[in-house]
T-cell receptor, first 109, second 113 residues
Framework: KNEVEQSPQNLTAQEGEFITINCSYSVGISALHWLQQHPGGGIVSLFMLSSGKKKHGRLIATINIQEKHSSLHITASHPRDSAVYICAVVGDSNYQLIWGAGTKLIIKP | SQTIHQWPATLVQPVGSPLSLECTVE??????LYWYRQAAGRGLQLLFY??????ISSEVPQNLSASRPQDRQFILSSKKLLLSDSGFYLC????????????FGPGTRLTVT
């Protein structure tokens, strides 16, 4: 079993829909990242969380430390949101990033 | 402000040829440096990390090696490429005492033919 599990693996939705991507982890962490990877490969950090909730534009990230679970939400989704979204946790013992496999999101116009 | 550079952006190399990918960081001193690989259809895998000049830790056995000849320069190398070395290679850096927050370079897409 992977230490970081993301669901769903693939998600296709219509423009305007509310999107939720989930991340569960099984290790102790000091922080959790949500990252976005576009088809060209470049990776952009969206959020870094250690507790609670963060919001940036149409993106919202939440984390529940007790349940070892985080969600990334996209409101009013747009085709330009199409990308792979990756959850990565920072182990609390060695600070190494442990990566989820990613969720491929396609937003259709 | 800090910036991270990687080159080349894309590379096509035949099996058995050598490899050298370079990563440099500007605007910070004594960073932790990381090399990641993303194989097709798979997640990112940490290959090497470095906490200082000449200090390299390897996370997975492979035919790749890394070197850090200068504080802000990190090089990924291979003497003989394999087909399985194809993938997307990312360099990242973090502040020494806050290595949970990593900043990524633009990446190099390597195709071994």
């Amino acid at each position: 079993k992977n230490e970081v599990e993301q669901s769903p693996q693939n998600l296709t939705a219509q423009e305007g829909e509310f999107i939720t991507i989930n991340c569960s982890y099984s290790v102790g962490i000091s922080a959790l990242h949500w990252l976005q990877q576009h088809p060209g490969g470049g990776i952009v950090s969206l959020f870094m969380l250690s507790s609670g909730k963060k919001k940036h534009g149409r993106l919202i990230a939440t984390i529940n430390i007790q349940e070892k679970h985080s969600s990334l939400h996209i409101t009013a989704s747009h085709p330009r949101d199409s990308a792979v979204y990756i959850c990565a946790v920072v182990g609390d013992s060695n600070y190494q990033l442990i990566w989820g496999a990613g969720t491929k999101l396609i937003i259709k116009p | 402000s800090q910036t991270i550079h990687q080159w080349p952006a894309t590379l096509v190399q035949p099996v058995g040829s050598p490899l050298s990918l370079e990563c440099t960081v500007e605007g910070t001193s004594n960073p932790n440096l990381y090399w990641y690989r993303q194989a097709a259809g798979r997640g990112l895998q940490l290959l090497f990390y470095s906490v200082g000049i000449g200090q390299i830790s390897s996370e997975v056995p492979q035919n790749l090696s890394a070197s850090r000849p200068q504080d802000r320069q990190f090089i990924l190398s291979s003497k003989k490429l394999l087909l399985s070395d194809s993938g997307f290679y990312l360099c990242a850096w973090s502040v020494r005492r806050a290595s949970y927050e990593q900043y990524f370079g633009p990446g190099t897409r390597l195709t071994v033919t």
